[in-house]
T-cell receptor, first 114, second 111 residues
Framework: DAGITQSPRHKVTETGTPVTLRCHQT?????MYWYRQDPGHGLRLIHY???????DKGEVSDGYSVSRSKTEDFLLTLESATSSQTSVYFC?????????????FGPGTRLTVT | KQEVTQIPAALSVPEGENLVLNCSFT??????LQWFRQDPGKGLTSLLL?????REQTSGRLNASLDKSSGRSTLYIAASQPGDSATYLC??????????FGTGTSLTVIP
């Protein structure tokens, strides 16, 4: 299995509070991604990174920000959590176009916003 | 926008049966297609990746095919086992930052 960890694995927070989720990889892959998974929607890309300090928006980026100060860490921040952000969040990594951007996923973080 | 569909949403088969899972996509301009397995409460495990120039990939009892022109991929599972029970997802890669996932087929293999 690819070396990807996510923390925390579960979190319950209140509406309006900031929340930061962490993704850590030991594979030295260039690309990192944050997804959310919701029933009926499949996985949707929130933000991605193509290198240290290089990030861009995905399909559902509103209300989220990211940072990547080191190759191995990619942080997802909910500036002011809302109930619509209750979801399961997955981090993924991929090496490069050379391997077809094959993606490997972390175990997920279940976030509940009350 | 690319749309990915997986039908049926759920499938139940007896152990030992060969089965086919379907994935269709609306735009044939894809970079690759990847099949994943997801167990309840877990992350996604990569099963097979088919590059756009390939027609199929095999790994053990799994065989995935790709027909770009018709916008279809199939995942064939031979001699199914109860341990194969999981949700199977397909994902289309358009570029390094554009991925579109289906909502999955939930497979139950009955002993």
């Amino acid at each position: 299995d690819a070396g990807i960890t996510q923390s925390p694995r579960h979190k319950v927070t209140e509406t309006g509070t900031p929340v930061t989720l962490r993704c850590h990889q030991t594979e030295n892959h260039r690309y990192m991604y944050w997804y959310r998974q919701d029933p009926g929607h499949g996985l949707r890309l929130i933000h991605y990174s193509y290198g240290v300090k290089d990030t861009d928006k995905g399909e559902v980026s509103d209300g989220y920000s990211v940072s990547r100060s080191k190759t191995e860490d990619f942080l997802l921040t909910l500036e002011s959590a809302t109930s619509s952000q209750t979801s399961v969040y997955f981090c993924a990594i991929s090496e490069s176009a050379r391997n077809g951007y094959e993606q490997y996923f972390g175990p997920g973080t279940r976030l509940t916003v009350t | 926008k690319q749309e990915v569909t997986q039908i049926p949403a759920a499938l139940s088969v007896p152990e030992g049966e060969n089965l086919v899972l379907n994935c269709s996509f609306t735009d044939s301009a894809i970079y690759n297609l990847q099949w994943f397995r997801q167990d309840p409460g877990k992350g996604l495990t990569s099963l097979l990746l088919i590059q756009s120039s390939q027609r199929e990939q095999t790994s053990g009892r799994l065989n995935a095919s790709l027909d770009k022109s018709s916008g279809r991929s199939t995942l064939y599972i031979a001699a199914s086992q109860p341990g194969d029970s999981a949700t199977y997802l397909c994902a289309v890669t358009v570029t390094g930052n554009q991925f579109y996932f289906g909502t999955g087929t939930s497979l139950t293999v009955i002993p």
